[in-house]
C-alpha cells in the first residue's frame, strides 16, 4: 500500500521484554527523514531501592525482569561481596557461575526459538500469525519444539535445585551462597549439561541449515542496512576470552584495536550517559570519547554490549567446541570484527554452545560440591560494584550505603542500555534503507523490528530516567466513539 501519513508508529512492537513503539518519519518524497525507538514506560528502580537494608537487593533486584531475574540476583549478590569487604570461597564461586552458565542456556534458547528465530525459520514476510513460536514449530517439526521445551524445563529445573526458585532466585548472600548441592545432585547437572551441549550443538546445526543455507539470509545478515560500525563491550578472563560471570571489561573500537580493559568497580571512569527527552531510557557512551550523536566510527563514543559485541571484544572462547565455532564465524564473515547486526543471532548461539560446556566443567569440578559455601562478611558497608554478562549485555550493579547498610544510592546499568543507542541507530538505518517513496507493507515494517529484535532488547530493565518532556498522545472521543480532538507532545 502506499502511505499518505508522515509518520508511521509501530506499536507496540513485538517480540521483546517491555513495551515500546518504533516512530518513522517521512519527507515530502515519502522516504526517512527520521526514526525513534521511544520507550514509553517509567520502572525506577534505582529509586524506590534507596532507604532499604543492602542485603534485600538480590531478591529485590530480580523482581526488575521475569525474563532475565537471574542476572540481577548475581550481579547484586557480586555487588554486595564488595559492599561488605568479603571474598566468597571457591566453592562458591563455582557454583554461582554454574548456576549462570545454566540460566544463559536457558535465556538464549528462549531468543532464539521464541523471539528472534521466527524472522528467520518462518520469514520475514511470513504473516504475522505466523510468525511466532507456533510457526516455528510448524515449519520445523514437533521433535524440534519438543527440544526447546525439554531445553527450558531443564533450565528451570535446575536453577530451582540451586537457586530455590523457578523465577526470582533467593539463593545468593555477601560472601557466598545460602546452600551448595550434593553429590547425587551433581551428577544430575552434569547429566543434563551434556544433554544441553548437545542441544547447543543441534541449534548451532539448523541454524546453518536454514539461515545460513538460505542466499536470501544470507546476504540479508551482510547488507549494509543492518551494519554498524561501533565500539563493542565485554567481560573477559586472564586470555582475553569471553565469560559470563567474572573478568576484566574489555573494549575495542570499530577496528577491533583495543581501546580499554578495566576493572568493573572502575566502570564511572570509562562509561558515562546521555539523556533524550524523548524517552525514559538512558544512553551510555565511552567517556573518554565523548557523546557525539547517534553516528558510527571511531570518533563516536556508541559501544555495543551483545553477544556479537562479547565474540569481537574476545580474543576466543574457553571452551573447544565453542571456540571452533568462533573461528567458523569470522572466518565466514570476513574476519575480526563483525559489524552485522544481524549475524548477533549466530553469536547468541555460539554462546549457548560456550555455556554448556563450561556447565559441565564447573558440574565435574571436585570443588563443586565444597561444604564451605559462604564466609560470613564482617567489615562495615561502605560502597560495592557488582558486574556480571547478562544475555543482552554488560550489567553493572552500583550501590552506596551508610554505616548501617541501608541504601543512599543505586546505580544500575543493564544490558538493553548498553545497546539503547546503537538500538535506536540500527531502526533509523533500517528503515531509511528498507522504506522508499512511502511504499509500506508489515513485511517491511517486520524487517524494521527486526533491527532491535537482534539486541534482543529487556526495556522491564532498562527505563530509569525520568525527562522533563513525556512523549504522550491523548485522543479524546465523545460516547458514540466520534473523534473529537488530539492532543499531542513531544512526538514531531
Not at 544463559?104 to 528472534?116: Q, R
Not at 576470552?241 to 573494549?251: L, T
Not at 562495615?380 to 552506596?400: D, F, I, K, M, Q
Not at 524494521?448 to 518532556?469: K, N, S
Request: hydrophobic letters at 40%; one cysteine or more.
Amino acid at each position: 500500500m502506499v502511505s499518505t501519513t508522515k509518520r508511521i508508529s509501530i506499536d507496540p512492537i513485538t517480540r521483546l521484554e517491555g513495551h515500546g513503539r518504533i516512530d518513522i518519519f517521512l519527507d515530502q518524497s515519502g522516504n526517512v527523514a527520521n526514526a525513534y525507538l521511544v520507550i514509553p514506560e517509567l520502572r525506577g528502580f534505582e529509586r524506590f531501592c534507596v532507604g532499604r537494608p543492602a542485603e534485600d537487593m538480590p531478591n529485590l533486584t530480580n523482581r526488575i525482569c521475569g525474563v532475565c531475574p537471574e542476572a540481577h540476583h548475581m550481579a547484586a549478590t557480586k555487588a554486595l561481596d564488595d559492599l561488605f569487604h568479603v571474598e566468597p570461597p571457591p566453592t562458591a564461586k563455582k557454583l554461582r557461575e554454574l548456576f549462570y552458565c545454566i540460566f544463559f542456556v536457558t535465556d538464549h534458547t528462549t531468543h532464539f526459538y521464541a523471539l528472534g528465530g521466527p524472522d528467520f525459520v518462518v520469514g520475514p514476510d511470513a504473516p504475522p500469525l505466523e510468525r511466532n513460536i507456533l510457526g516455528v514449530v510448524k515449519k520445523i517439526g514437533l521433535d524440534v519444539a519438543s527440544k526447546v521445551l525439554r531445553m527450558r524445563h531443564v533450565g528451570h529445573e535446575l536453577i530451582q535445585m540451586i537457586g530455590g526458585r523457578r523465577v526470582h532466585p533467593n539463593w545468593g548472600l555477601p560472601g557466598g551462597v545460602s546452600k551448595g548441592i550434593n553429590e547425587e545432585q551433581r551428577r544430575y547437572i552434569e547429566e543434563c549439561g551434556r544433554e544441553a551441549i548437545a542441544f547447543a550443538q543441534f541449534s548451532l546445526q539448523l541454524f546453518h541449515d536454514v539461515v545460513l543455507s538460505n542466499t536470501r539470509y544470507a546476504e540479508l545478515i551482510k547488507s549494509d542496512v543492518y551494519t554498524h560500525r561501533t565500539y563493542n563491550m565485554g567481560t573477559v578472563d586472564a586470555s582475553n576470552r569471553v565469560n559470563f560471570y567474572d573478568g576484566m571489561i574489555r573494549v575495542v573500537g570499530p577496528d577491533g584495536r583495543e581501546h580499554a580493559k578495566y576493572h568493573p568497580r572502575d566502570y564511572t571512569q570509562y562509561v558515562a550517559e546521555h539523556v533524550e527527552p524523548w524517552t525514559y531510557l538512558k544512553f551510555p557512551y565511552l567517556k573518554r570519547i565523548g557523546w557525539k550523536g547517534f553516528v558510527d566510527g571511531v570518533d563516536s563514543g556508541v559501544y555495543k554490549a551483545t553477544p556479537l559485541a562479547r565474540l569481537n571484544a574476545a580474543e576466543g572462547m574457553a571452551t573447544p567446541l565453542a571456540q571452533a565455532e568462533y573461528e567458523r564465524f569470522y572466518d565466514a564473515l570476513g574476519g575480526k570484527p563483525v559489524h552485522h547486526t544481524l549475524a548477533t543471532h549466530w553469536a547468541r548461539l555460539i554462546e549457548l554452545l560456550y555455556a554448556a560446556e563450561r556447565w559441565v566443567e564447573l558440574a565435574t569440578d571436585p570443588e563443586i560440591t565444597g561444604k564451605e559455601y559462604r564466609v560470613l562478611p564482617t567489615a562495615s558497608p561502605t560502597e560495592g560494584v557488582g558486574c556480571v554478562e547478562a544475555p543482552r549485555g554488560t550489567l553493572t550493579h552500583h550501590y552506596w550505603t551508610d554505616e548501617r547498610g541501608i541504601l543512599t544510592r543505586v546505580n544500575l546499568i543493564v544490558g538493553t542500555t548498553n545497546n539503547y543507542a546503537p538500538i535506536a541507530m540500527s531502526v533509523k538505518k533500517a528503515a531509511q534503507g528498507l522504506i522508499r517513496n512511502g511504499q509500506v507493507r508489515e513485511g517491511l515494517l517486520n524487517m524494521v523490528e527486526m533491527a532491535f529484535r537482534a539486541y534482543d532488547p529487556c526495556f522491564g530493565c532498562a527505563t530509569h530516567y525520568l525527562p522533563g518532556q513525556m512523549p504522550l498522545e491523548v485522543n479524546i472521543r465523545a460516547a458514540d466513539g466520534t473523534l473529537l480532538q488530539t492532543l499531542r507532545q513531544n512526538l514531531d
